[in-house]
T-cell receptor, first 117, second 108 residues
Framework: GAVVSQHPSRVICKSGTSVKIECRSL??????MFWYRQFPKKSLMLMAT?????????EQGVEKDKFLINHASLTLSTLTVTSAHPEDSSFYIC?????????????FGPGTRLLVL | EDQVTQSPEALRLQEGESSSLNCSYT??????LFWYRQDPGKGPEFLFT???AGEEKEKERLKATLTKKESFLHITAPKPEDSATYLC?????????FGAGTTVTVRA
């Protein structure tokens, strides 16, 4: 299957600082990438859809000024958590959509564990 | 709104004891039903995509089937390494909607 990487895998930061998470599709080009948040023992919650070269589409209730998304190339999307607070601590997972013929598959990265102190 | 319900929430199996996981869904215009495996602290790993009722896919000890209202993931003669949370998702108009998952524990 296709490979999606994320960096960093874990990050600890102080309250009020900003944190950037990178998501890369390593062996395919992805015009669309997605950012999810997962709480302990819960399923994935879609935060936003990132489209290469255009503005991200945010799900209802997700603050676009707090979670900045940039999809500058066909293999890289970034999520910046601005002015992070302890309630932003979570497991963030990105995915990239691969299109082959008529089929579309989302491949997920390994996730980034964010802890805000 | 698309909805996905997985059952049971948790499943404890003895090694070699086959079982099935259920995924019931409602979606406007199914564009694919997906099964993923997720290990603790990791991102979901893609397993299968099913597109139409009657379709089946197999991979090692796993077999996924699809009807118009639900999908089953059959685990045949499971091993401890099959322990994980299995997630079902449906693709509707533009996004994947996930179920809460079934956590499978296989004891040796």
């Amino acid at each position: 299957g296709a490979v999606v990487s994320q960096h960093p895998s874990r990050v600890i930061c102080k309250s009020g600082t900003s944190v950037k998470i990178e998501c890369r599709s390593l062996d395919f080009q992805a015009t669309t990438m997605f950012w999810y948040r997962q709480f302990p023992k819960k399923s994935l919650m879609l935060m936003a859809t990132s489209n290469e070269g255009s503005k991200a589409t945010y799900e209802q209730g997700v603050e676009k000024d707090k979670f900045l998304i940039n999809h500058a190339s066909l293999t890289l999307s970034t999520l910046t958590v601005t002015s992070a607070h302890p309630e932003d601590s979570s497991f963030y997972i990105c995915s990239a959509r691969q299109r082959e013929a008529y089929q579309e598959t989302q491949y997920f990265g390994p996730g980034t564990r964010l802890l805000v102190l | 709104e698309d909805q996905v319900t997985q059952s049971p929430e948790a499943l404890r199996l003895q090694e070699g004891e086959s079982s099935s996981l259920n995924c019931s869904y409602t979606v406007s215009g199914l564009r694919g039903l997906f099964w993923y495996r997720q290990d603790p602290g990791k991102g979901p790993e893609f397993l299968f995509t099913l597109y139409s009722a009657g379709e089946e896919k197999e991979k090692e000890r796993l077999k996924a089937t699809l009807t118009k209202k639900e999908s089953f993931l059959h685990i045949t003669a499971p091993k401890p390494e099959d322990s994980a949370t299995y997630l079902c998702a449906v693709r509707g108009d533009y996004k994947l909607s996930f179920g809460a998952g079934t956590t499978v524990t296989v004891r040796a």
